[in-house]
């Protein structure tokens, strides 16, 4: 059994020196590799990932020359896992490392072979409620169109079966990823669970990237799956 974890960022100086550190310690009890990607980033972040990848053999790193989105990052990133079980990480650390596994588990077992780690499965928590509003409306509008009961599609913790993203064709490069890949999924008739995740969310000076437009750009993702 081999994990992939792919990590996309951009501008997190403040974070990734501890994020890449928290996922080296991190025993999933089966091989790892890191595959992180980086949209160009102008603060040092670079420079920290270049010097943690010479150090490791497992880390393979791609250095855009251009930010090109999130979406477009972590396609990149799965085109290069070779793992049996893909998760995508965050590049800051508003949902931890230490989270996952609990997150492989369940698939790894053969229970299922897709999990999100909710970060409001029990509850709204710290999150800013226009942040909270905005997400349970795009939720909302998944879950009546593919008639599924999920609390948060836009999770920074996905984690899934290799096999289930064959002949899944992926193309958003922003945030609305997120909601592509699962409408996608779902249209598979792949059940998705739900474990409850930690979530330290940031603020906008803190490094915080996601603006009320992308909500819109995950809400259209949603109905241009959902009818095309």
């Not at 699962?182 to 249209?187: P, R, V, W």
């Not at 909500?215 to 799956?225: H, P, R, Y």
Request: glycine share 6%; hydrophobic share 40%; proline share 4%.
């Amino acid at each position: 059994m081999k994990v992939s974890i792919i990590i996309p960022t951009l501008n997190e100086i403040h974070t990734v020196r501890e994020l890449l550190n928290q996922v080296d310690r991190v025993d999933l009890k089966y091989d790892k590799e890191m595959i992180i990607i980086d949209g160009n980033s102008s603060d040092g972040t670079r420079k920290v990932i270049k010097d943690f990848a010479k150090k490791r053999n497992y880390v393979t790193f791609i250095a855009e020359t251009k930010p090109e989105g999130k979406g477009k990052a972590v396609r990149r990133g799965i085109d290069q896992a070779t793992g049996d079980i893909i998760i995508i990480q965050d590049g800051d650390l508003e949902v931890s490392p230490f989270e996952l596994p609990k997150l492989i588990e369940p698939i790894v077992k053969g229970e299922c072979e897709v999990v999100y780690g909710s970060r409001f499965l029990n509850g709204r928590g710290d999150t800013p409620i226009i942040s909270y509003l905005g997400n349970r409306f795009v939720t909302f509008l998944m879950n009546i169109l593919y008639f599924t009961r999920l609390t948060d599609i836009v999770t920074c913790h996905k984690v899934f079966k290799k096999s289930v993203l064959n002949g899944i064709v992926l193309k958003s490069k922003s945030f609305d990823f997120d909601s592509e890949i699962t409408a996608k999924i779902l249209k598979k008739k792949i059940a998705i669970k739900e474990l409850p995740i930690k979530y330290h969310p940031r603020t906008v000076e803190e490094g915080k990237k996601l603006h009320w437009s992308d909500g819109f750009k995950v809400a259209m993702s949603i109905l241009k799956s959902r009818f095309s």
